[in-house]
């Protein structure tokens, strides 16, 4: 029984942290983004194929906390592209399991993007494949996430984070 409450504790933390991350996306929160991750973390967007055939590039790919708050500075200050945003749908994990400290789990979502001009449609779909650990503050932080998307097709309008 013990070990099922465990289970359900870690489950529920992953899940939470999941719905926290996404709102602060959907919100336009995007320098909070950044903390959800340990410093030395690991963030990749690619594509289903690339990912089962072991392909490490993506089409993002950032190596620390740092290079993600400068993407979001990026997108602050110097990049240039058509007013939008996201809103995520996040299912519960499919897979979560707790060894040695580090936390797996397996996540489905779908983003869609909203902008002025026309109706919101559906951008990507896919899974958080991810490991977290535990921070100093006792909360998971997200150590490695590789956004595996279904399609192999991207829009060029891939600026905010998924």
Same mark, same amino acid.
Request: hydrophobic fraction near 40%; aromatic fraction near 8%.
């Given at each position: ?5 465990? *289970? #359900? ?8 942290? /999941?719905?926290?991350?996404? /709102? ?5 929160? #995007? ?13 990749? @967007?690619?594509?289903?194929?690339? *990912?089962?055939?072991?392909? /490490? ?26 007013? *939008?945003?996201?809103? *995520? ?32 449609? #559906? ?22 996430? @590789? @956004? ?13 984070? #998924?």
């Amino acid at each position: 029984m013990k070990q099922l409450q465990a *289970h #359900l504790e870690v489950h529920l933390a992953v899940s939470l942290l /999941q719905a926290r991350y996404a /709102q602060a996306i959907d919100d336009d929160r #995007l320098e909070e983004w950044p903390e959800f991750f340990t410093d030395d973390c690991l963030y990749v @967007v690619t594509s289903h194929d690339n *990912h089962v055939r072991g392909l /490490q590039a993506g089409i993002v790919y950032c190596d620390s906390k740092g290079m993600l708050q400068d993407r979001v500075s990026g997108l602050r200050e110097a990049n240039i592209f058509e007013s *939008h945003r996201y809103r *995520h749908i996040v299912s519960l994990p499919a897979t979560v399991q707790a060894e040695g400290g580090v936390v797996k789990a397996r996540t489905p979502f779908a983003v869609y993007r909203i902008t002025r001009r026309k109706p919101s449609e #559906l951008f990507v779909t896919g899974s958080y494949e991810d490991e977290f650990v535990q921070g100093a503050d006792g909360e998971l932080r997200i150590a490695r996430r @590789v @956004v595996v998307c279904d399609s192999s097709v991207f829009d060029t309008l891939l600026a905010i984070p #998924l």
